[in-house]
């Protein structure tokens, strides 16, 4: 049971260039969620998804797009990458009853 | 929507006193309090959590409190270790974990 699978850990793009980060779930929860962390501001919620085929805005949906095509995997995908949108990335997963879990984290530097 | 602030920003105790942590949410609707703790480097992992209609939860050394009339909520560590040495982060959700709003984190450090 691997828990909330996220890949790559570490990733550098120049800026404009588009990427996919990928996250993965063996749980079987109902809801994903997709955070972004800055120094000194918490974890920030860019995007969630409460099924297959059913995803909705967070706080800072700019920039990103999502999908759900399955109930194990949740990709966020950057579009042309900004400065702006170096951060650490954290995938979570939960049930409607139950707490979230995260991700190892993808560390993301725009240069 | 959402709005979650949390103190102190850092927090420095000796090693057996007690800690505590406060938050205070904006929306009404939040019914869903989790506190998870972070070390440097790792991810978020969830320690308790509590729901509005109760007022109290323990789980051995950890304590969370919730006043719903005044919209706040707070963490308690008692007997504090140099392990529980990290940084501590609220939330609130509405209902469920999936659309969490954070508070902007506690750094907690327990001195030997």
């Known amino acids: 049971n691997a828990g909330v699978t996220q890949t790559p850990k570490f990733q550098v793009l120049k800026t404009g260039q588009s990427m996919t980060l990928q996250c993965a779930q063996d749980?079987?929860?109902?809801?994903m969620s997709w955070y972004r962390q800055d120094p000194g501001m918490g974890l920030r919620l860019i995007h969630y998804?409460?099924?297959?085929?059913?995803?909705d805005q967070g706080e800072v949906p700019n920039g990103y797009n999502v999908s759900r095509s399955t109930t194990e995997d949740f990709p966020l995908r950057l579009l042309s990458a900004a400065p702006s949108q170096t951060s650490v990335y954290f995938c979570?997963?939960?049930?409607?009853?139950?707490?979230?879990?995260f991700g190892q984290g993808t560390r993301l530097t725009v240069v | 929507g959402e709005n979650v602030e949390q103190h102190p920003s850092t927090l420095s105790v000796q090693e057996g006193d007690s800690a505590v942590i406060k938050c205070t949410y904006s929306?009404?609707?939040?019914?869903?309090f989790p506190w998870y703790k972070q070390e440097l480097g790792k991810r978020p992992q969830l320690i308790i959590d509590?729901?509005?209609?109760?007022g109290e939860k323990k789980d051995q050394r950890i304590a969370v409190t919730l006043n719903k009339t005044a919209k706040h909520f707070s963490l308690h560590i008692t007997e504090t270790q140099p392990e529980d040495s990290a940084v501590y982060f609220c939330?609130?959700?509405?209902?469920?974990?999936?659309?969490?709003?954070f508070g902007s984190g506690t750094q907690l450090t327990v001195l030997p």
């Open positions: 979570a997963s939960s049930s409607a009853t139950g707490g979230a879990f």
């Open positions: 749980m079987n929860h109902e809801y």
């Open positions: 998804s409460v099924g297959a085929g059913i995803t």
């Open positions: 929306d009404s609707a939040s019914n869903y």
């Open positions: 509590i729901r509005s209609n109760v």
């Open positions: 939330a609130a959700g509405s209902g469920s974990a999936r659309q969490l709003t």
